[in-house]
């Protein structure tokens, strides 16, 4: 991935180790909502945001798919019980990936799931393994996207699927100069080179340059925003108290929830799509 120390670093830190599993059950992805949804019930709405994934890529089941950054594996999971598909994570973390295993050998799920420590955008696996590759909101880590986006064209079978559930944002000169210093401050702190990079149609240009067809992609930004909204409501007065002592960048959780939902006019949390 080229930027493996700041990606760990991010996620090793105690923001991270202690207010995912505490918020979220380790799961590090937003929330699906439907109209008159509680905002509050963050389980049910991963589980939707996992549902649309899984309607995303339309597969059969026993389809082989690869998880670019699988996390503790709760995707993985959620697809392979519900849809059936056969599912191999690949984390940069190894303690993400001993999580994973035990929650994949917990659900009885030991038959479609694996899970390895690894870089995906460098992975040794065979050319045209897969019939699917996903992201949920990884490829923001990477250092190089273009790098990644080639090897989920080279390990996809002919026909397979490319899914993306990232983050995307307005460009600099089209924001206010607060903003902009704000948008590259938290993408720095919580490693996410590519997320800086990625503005409106960017993502969509080196997908299409890596060789992928049909690329396509959808804002669902609204469907999000009630997850981020508690996020920020949860955050504002730590969040307050780590920038009154000058210590925001180490409360940059904190600070991305609050500041992530006042620019939400600058974001958009968009579904990627493209055919090999």
């Not at 505490?22 to 909502?33: D, I, P, S, V």
Request: hydrophobic share 40%.
């Amino acid at each position: 991935m080229g930027n493996e120390r700041e990606v760990s670093g991010y996620y090793r830190h105690p923001g991270s180790r202690l207010g995912y599993p505490l918020f979220l059950n380790g799961t590090k992805h937003f929330g699906y909502y439907r109209a008159n949804d509680s905002p509050w019930q963050w389980s049910k709405a991963l589980r939707r945001m996992e549902d649309q994934m899984g309607k995303t890529l339309a597969l059969p089941p026993g389809a082989r798919v690869l998880d670019a950054g699988c996390g503790v594996g709760d995707v993985a999971g959620h697809l392979a019980g519900r849809f059936g598909l056969r599912i191999h994570g690949v984390d940069l973390l190894d303690f993400h990936v001993a999580t994973a295993a035990r929650r994949a050998r917990r659900r009885g799920l030991g038959h479609l799931l694996s899970f390895s420590h690894g870089d995906y955008a460098a992975s040794a696996f065979p050319e045209e393994s897969f019939d699917a590759v996903y992201t949920m909101e990884t490829l923001v880590h990477a250092a190089e996207a273009e790098t990644a986006l080639r090897q989920f064209h080279r390990v996809l079978k002919p026909g397979g699927r490319l899914v993306m559930f990232e983050y995307v944002r307005e460009s600099d000169d089209r924001m206010p100069p607060s903003a902009a210093d704000l948008f590259r401050q938290l993408n720095t702190w919580a490693a996410m080179p590519s997320f800086q990079r990625f503005t409106y149609g960017t993502l969509e240009r080196l997908t299409s340059e890596a060789g992928f067809s049909d690329v396509r992609a959808e804002d669902i930004s609204r469907h999000m925003w009630p997850m981020l909204k508690c996020f920020a409501a949860i955050a504002r007065t730590p969040y307050a108290a780590a920038k009154a002592a000058g210590l925001h960048r180490h409360a940059v959780n904190s600070m991305s929830a609050v500041e992530f939902w006042r620019l939400r006019a600058f974001w958009r949390y968009e579904v990627h799509s493209a055919v090999k």
